[in-house]
């Protein structure tokens, strides 16, 4: 039998890629925002409703832009949650930043707001949440507090592409919130370039300097203003975006039928909770979590993952260990200060999720959760 892989890459045929990377070919002209960079710009910009948008390598040094365009005071403390992918985390301690870890709401698995300000000191500069399987977080709640102690607002929405929210009887892109939003375009993700992020903000002035950033810094041939990495996305990658793109809807639409079939038959299932739907949010359908209690389920997390190891299936706990019991930083902090967090990520197992996962595979892992 085949193995079930937690996701699989969304492709455009061989066809439509090698129809989109022959200019490339024809031009050699293969990397420094060229055509096919500058076209995605303008196409995400639109799709995502956001007023700039910035294309990076990938979705990590989108968030080491962001934290070095912010221009944040030296060594400064950022809030940040410890239950997401290390990407986070390691983009606040490689800007030389001091990550102060907020507990999680225990339904939605974002940043718990009432838990905020409490960590609040003089030194906080900054707070850096995240959308964590697209499920959006407080955000009104988040920018309330921010700006009632001036801190800047840097969000991870690497698993949010192609979300919309309803704030206020207005709709919103999931890219459009806090003062940067940052996305990730990974092969894994709902919309990829194989490698690559972008970084999303509200000003024309930031965009800029971003995109100066981005580039070693180079201004013009003879200005450079800024200590900036290589960070920019080639032209191949830009040509898959373009393809990608013109699918994504598609794509989606796919995944949402998986995941109603999976809530139709795991949703009843005593000792297992699926992930709430935020009825404010047009979801991605990006990751399938579920979250298992030991006591009424009869089995850990763990015991479940082996089971369904042995049937071929690979499920995925994202994101365990949290943050903080990670080697590289477990010395440095107590999981238990954040004790909603650390439950769930003894609880958590993404299942797998993508458009083309049939209904005969989706029933595979079905049969060992509910085990018939
Ligand atoms: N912030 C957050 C919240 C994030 O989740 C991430 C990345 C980032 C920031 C940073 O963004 P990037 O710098 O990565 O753009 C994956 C991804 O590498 C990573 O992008 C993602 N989050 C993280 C949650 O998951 P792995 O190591 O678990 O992936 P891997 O190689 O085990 O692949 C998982 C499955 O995907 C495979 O079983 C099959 C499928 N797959 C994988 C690859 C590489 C494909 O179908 N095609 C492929 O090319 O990290």
Redesign the pocket.
Known sequence: MDKI?????SMPSLEEYVEEIKPIFESRWLTNMGAKHQLLTKELKDYLAVDELCLTV????A?ELSLQALNLPKGAEIITTPF??V??THAIVRSGFQPVFCDVDPMNCTMDVSKLESLITERTAAILP?H?YGNICDTEGIEEIAAKHGLKVLY?A??TFGETVEVNGKTRGAGDFGDIS?F??????VFHT????AICCHSAEMDEKLKIIRDFGIVDDEIISDVGPNAKMNEFAAAMGLCNLRHVDGEIEKRGRVADYYRERLGRVDGIRLNPVQVHVKSNFAYFPIFVDEESYGESRDQLHLRLQEAGI?A?K?FYPMITELDCYRNRYNSDDTPVAKRLSHQVMTIPMYADLTKEDADRVIKVIRRE
């Open positions: 892989l937690v996701t699989r890459s990938n979705g990590h040094m968030l997401t992918f990407s986070t995240v964590v991870d690497a698993h940052i990730s375009f990974h092969a894994t993700k194989i490698e690559g992020g690979s995925r994202y």
